[in-house]
């Protein structure tokens, strides 16, 4: 009898959720039934309400069960799930799955498909091809690509990508770095993690043709603390890579160098801020730089830096591979291509959805995420991590795109949605981001050091009901002072979601009782 | 999660293989804390030493990062996610029960990308999700 393939996500998401007992229990039944199986450990497909997500291969196709617990697991082998047999939790061919397939996935074409780190598996389904274009032609016409194709930067600034590269390019100096920023701190944001756990040569490549471009020998990927797992997975990856000459000396047998280390955060949230991911790389506290001097021209050890974003760096191959054409055909305005977005909170249907800028708010939290987890009204969406502003269901008919959301007084940032249902009080998460800004701030600048635990006591005196009214007053002047005063985004962006929620909720700051004074 | 007992020579040796790192500080502490669970005092003098750089210097760096403790490791190590997507799912309830039963055990922790599955608990190395009191009980030392 032949080996039946069997696909069950490592991912952290689905490991949380119980993905390895239930990997075990399969395991262990089918060797007491005599049954030959060979279980992969892939990375998610992203619709992580389903993990653990059990496939079968059958014939050409997938078919999907889940989400499994141990306890399903003799069950679904009565039901002869091995050969796509019927089952409550049958979600039939994976591919099929609407969620999945109305999806346009470049970026994440990969992803819970392969084995994370087989390189056979990697290169058959089209992995490398962006490199070995990059290889082929001249470091000017890679950067002319990447420009042409529009990709932004993933990581909230949404800089350009290939005028960052030219600048860096046009650097005179023997060192130069390409690092890859993976703090991917925000709430509600997990792209960055689900990529490098699913599809790490992905990433690789990326940074390959990234120091190819603009003669970096060096990469260094800075992945903080709380991602264990994908830590554990890029360092695998990198030494296959090394091993097949991905990387090294002579990568692909060019003759050209490039190699990939990984630095370790400890916890810092504003080390996601590019200069004090710098500093943090340096060893040094966390602090941010100010700029200029820009990291293109004097980043990392004060040699010209690359700084992008894992999905920036890892949409690179595909617009290499495809044609800069091909991937701005997607998207609106000037936000081209497509978005990794990520919904998360209180949401039935959370996790990722990759598809071309400009797809409606209300599309993305009724459509993919299907309203609450807790089944109640959806009364606010957090876009852009803890420093993206809060919309309510009034706004559901925003543009996600860039422009669209600055000129709603919010921002794109990651691509992170939040997902509350009526039981939040925004004037409490106006208090939370200024408590989290305290908590997280480098303390270089007052407005931001200072401000934000200033901030978090007004607010906490609008909530008491003293004073409301001169307050609030207060409060926007704060703000003000914060936005425009402030180094760097921690301190100059924590005044977007407390203003949003003020505009998008007033009702929140209205309601307490005054108190005599 | 075993930890060594903190030794100055086993420390050096530690150190070792990162003298010619540059910007050593940062992972030479979280070499330390790997290896003993925590960074000892006697330690700022010795890594200013080993690499040359001030005390305040790696005194600052210490003090900077949440990740990195002064005092060794208790029982368990629970890290309550109350970032933004896990408190839309009732991590702030969860954190105060948590405390009430495990107490100084448990920490403040913000996103392990687990957003979509929430509450996020980690517990001593492994990741938790839609965690409930009884779920981390099932996994505490």
């Given amino acids: 009898m032949s080996t039946i393939k069997i696909f069950i996500p490592r991912d952290s998401a689905a490991v949380s959720v119980g993905a390895d007992d239930v990997a075990l229990e399969i395991a262990r039944r089918a060797v007491a039934e005599n049954l030959s199986v060979e279980i992969i450990r892939n990375g998610t497909r992203g619709a992580l309400w389903l993990e653990p997500l059990v496939e079968v291969q059958v014939g050409a196709d997938r078919i999907g069960y889940g989400p499994v617990q141990v306890a399903d697991v003799a069950d679904l082998f009565k039901a002869k799930f091995l050969e796509g047999g019927a089952h409550q939790l049958c979600i039939n061919k994976v591919d099929e799955l609407p969620w999945l397939a109305e999806q346009d996935r470049i970026t994440f074409k990969r992803v819970g498909i392969i084995d994370p780190l087989s390189i056979v598996d990697y290169e058959s389904h089209g992995g490398l091809v962006g490199l070995r274009r990059a290889l082929a032609i001249s470091e000017k016409e890679i950067i002319a690509e990447v420009t042409e194709s529009g990709l932004r930067g993933r990581g909230g600034a949404g800089f350009p990508a290939g005028i960052k590269w030219k600048t860096v390019s046009e650097a005179s100096s023997e060192t130069k770095y390409i690092c890859c920023n993976a703090d991917e701190g925000d709430s509600g944001t997990f792209a960055d993690r689900i990529l490098m756990e699913g599809d790490p040569f992905t990433l690789i490549e990326g940074m390959t043709i990234a120091g190819i471009a603009v003669g970096a020998k060096e990469g260094i990927i800075y992945i903080r603390s709380e991602y264990p797992a994908a830590i554990a997975q890029m360092q695998a990856a990198i030494a296959i890579a090394q091993e097949f000459k991905l990387l090294g000396p002579n990568i692909l047998g060019s003759g050209r160098t490039f190699n990939v280390k990984i630095r370790i955060g400890a916890g810092s949230y504003v080390c996601g801020e590019e200069t004090a991911m710098l500093e943090s790389i340096e060893g040094k506290r966390g602090v941010v730089r100010s700029k200029p001097p820009l990291p293109a021209i004097s980043g990392l050890f004060g040699k010209p830096t690359v700084i992008n974003n894992v999905l920036t760096l890892s949409s690179v191959p595909a617009v290499l591979a495809d044609g800069a054409v091909s991937y701005k055909s997607r998207g609106v305005g000037r936000s081209l291509g497509t978005q990794i977005f990520q919904i998360a909170g209180n949401v039935k249907r959370g996790g990722i959805v990759e598809t071309g800028f400009g797809i409606t708010l209300e599309k993305l939290v009724m459509h993919y995420g299907g309203g609450t987890f807790s089944g109640k009204p959806v009364k606010a969406v957090q876009i852009g991590g803890p420093l993206g502003a809060y919309f309510a269901v009034k706004n559901f008919g925003i543009s996600m795109d860039y422009e669209s959301l600055i000129a709603a007084g919010g921002m794109l940032g990651h691509g992170g949605l939040v997902i509350f249902d009526e039981n939040v009080d925004l004037a409490v998460q106006a208090k939370f981001a200024m408590e989290f800004c305290a908590i997280e701030s480098c303390g270089k600048c007052t407005p931001c050091r200072l401000g934000s635990t200033r901030g978090a006591e007004t607010i906490q005196l609008i909530i008491d009901g003293h004073n409301p009214e001169s307050n609030k007053k207060l409060l926007l002047d704060l703000c003000e002072v914060m936005t425009d005063g402030s180094l760097c985004a921690m301190g100059g962006l924590t005044p977007m979601p407390v203003k949003s929620a003020m505009i998008n909720f007033p009702e929140d700051f209205d309601s307490r009782v005054e108190v005599a004074k | ?141």
């Fill in chain 2, 1 to 141: 999660m075993s930890t060594a007992t903190w030794s100055k020579d086993h420390a050096l040796a530690l150190l070792e293989p990162l003298r010619h790192e540059p910007g050593p500080v940062l992972i030479a502490l979280q070499a330390l804390q790997g290896e003993f669970g925590y960074v000892h005092v006697e330690a700022v003098a010795l890594v200013a030493t080993f690499f040359n750089v001030s005390r305040a210097d790696v005194h600052g760096v210490l003090t900077f990062y949440h990740d990195l403790r002064t005092t060794p490791p208790l029982a368990n190590a629970i890290h309550i996610c109350v970032a933004e997507a896990c408190q839309a799912v009732g991590s702030r309830d969860l954190e105060k029960a948590l405390k009430n039963q495990y107490k100084d055990q448990v920490t403040d922790a913000y996103c392990f990308g687990n957003c979509a599955l929430g509450p996020a608990v980690m517990v001593n190395g492994k990741l938790i999700g839609r965690a409930t009191a009884a779920k981390i009980a099932a996994v505490i030392r």
